[in-house]
């Protein structure tokens, strides 16, 4: 059952300390949904107890797995025999659940899942999957709602015609137990695809390249069990960032890999902020008044489009003019009016937004459409005069590890409320 919780924030409040990033959503999913390919016993560390990982244990759960799950780390053995259905009910919580469908070819040759939902910020459709599995040898059909896959993968060349991050997970996962040579072109080259490739290569996997372009997969007939660490949330890392960029704060993450978020940092150093780093920390500290800065989103290593609506609140109250131009998601300025309503400037034109920053805005009742836009909600009601009430935070539970705790620690008047 959803919790309509809401965050009542007072702004003002100048963010300085220290704090742990959290492990990183995105690649703890994928490597949950690793696990369906082997019956050996897999162990997870520095896994973030949100919502969505919530789900994806109970979906494990249902497809035959048994999960435990104390204090970060997740452990995952064989319960029963594995099923290859995956239900609506589960699926239409989270997207990333369609990547259950290559571990599934790859161990029955079949699987039944439902269309995926998720956030509303566009139809992120998951042809690219399919198109991929069906030159992997296998059928596609879909009958009230589920997508019924059938066939014995064998390897085979596949290009993306976009750089997608779930199907290059999908692909990867499936083509690691297929008969022959994958060789995957145009893959996506996120940490959290290096992150599940390792998983998968101390499983036993043969993967080369990943991290770049072309990944190359020999399937082997088993895999075994793993211990692995769940790489930092890079996107938790650069929303704390622009908090402290935001509030005049000066703050430090621990437990994060610097060299994940250099587009980020980038444009931070671009506009003003100081940010230093060692091999494992980041510490960010305002010195002076900030500029504006443009930027494109693009896939990885270029500016993450889940970091778009944190840099349009920061640019929102930057005086002078930005340029955001989103070039991986339509419908992902759902943010914006939310933004004007507290007094901002934003001229939002297909997939193009231009800011011009105003001094100060005014708090108000907001309405999260989604968990990156509900970031942005929150990081403006930081610098908001008066009172921002946030609703809807469930999207925010989605993604982000007690958010309001760790931005408490670092000196924001915020508070929970129940619903």
Request: overall charge positive; aromatic content about 4%.
């Amino acid at each position: 059952m959803i919790r309509l919780d809401s965050f009542v924030v007072k702004g003002g409040k100048r963010l300085a300390g220290a704090v742990r990033v959290s492990g990183s959503k995105n690649a703890a999913l994928p490597c949950l949904f690793a696990t369906l390919l082997t019956d050996h016993e897999v162990v997870l560390d520095n896994v973030p107890d949100l919502q969505d990982i919530r789900t994806a244990v109970r979906l494990l759960e249902r497809l035959g797995k048994r999960v435990t799950v104390r204090l970060g780390r997740v452990t995952v053995c064989k319960k029963g025999v594995l099923k290859e259905r995956a239900p609506y009910d589960l699926v239409r919580r989270m997207r990333a659940s369609a990547v259950v469908m290559g571990p599934l070819l790859a161990r029955l040759g079949k699987a039944d899942v439902s269309l995926p939902g998720g956030c509303a910020i566009g139809a992120r459709p998951i042809n690219f999957h399919l198109k991929a599995f069906e030159s992997m040898g296998v059928k596609i059909s879909v009958q009230e709602g589920y997508i019924l896959a059938q066939g014995r993968l064998k390897g085979c060349r596949v290009k993306l015609p976009f750089a997608s991050v779930g199907a290059t997970e999908n692909i990867l996962m499936a083509a690691s137990l297929a008969q022959g040579r994958t060789v995957l072109d145009n893959a996506a080259r996120e940490p959290e695809i290096t992150d599940l490739a390792r998983l998968l290569t101390a499983m036993g996997a043969r993967i080369h390249g990943a991290g770049t372009a072309r990944i190359v997969i020999e399937g082997v007939k088993t895999l075994a069990g793993a211990h692995h660490r769940v790489i930092p949330d890079r996107i938790e890392a650069g929303t704390l960032l622009i908090a402290a960029a935001m509030t005049r704060g000066k703050v430090k993450l621990t437990d994060i890999d610097p060299s994940h978020l250099g587009a980020v940092i980038e444009a931070l150093r671009r506009a003003g902020l100081n940010v230093s780093h060692s091999s494992n920390t980041l510490e960010a500290a305002w010195v002076r008044s900030l500029k504006p800065v443009s930027i494109k989103t693009r896939v990885y290593p270029g500016f993450p489009t889940d970091m778009q609506a944190q840099w349009m609140a920061l640019m929102a109250v930057t005086p002078g003019r930005s340029v955001i131009q989103e070039d991986i998601f339509e419908n992902r300025f759902l943010h914006a009016q939310e933004l004007v309503r507290m007094g901002a400037r934003i001229d939002v034109r297909g997939a193009r937004a231009v800011i011009e920053g105003v001094p100060r805005l005014s708090g108000c009742p907001l309405m999260v459409s989604d968990l990156r836009a509900g970031a942005a909600l929150v990081l403006a009601g930081l610098v908001a005069r008066g009172q921002t009430r946030v609703l809807r935070v469930y999207h925010l539970d989605r993604g982000y590890e007690r958010l309001e705790k760790k931005l408490r620690f670092l000196g924001a008047n915020m508070r929970r409320v129940p619903q």
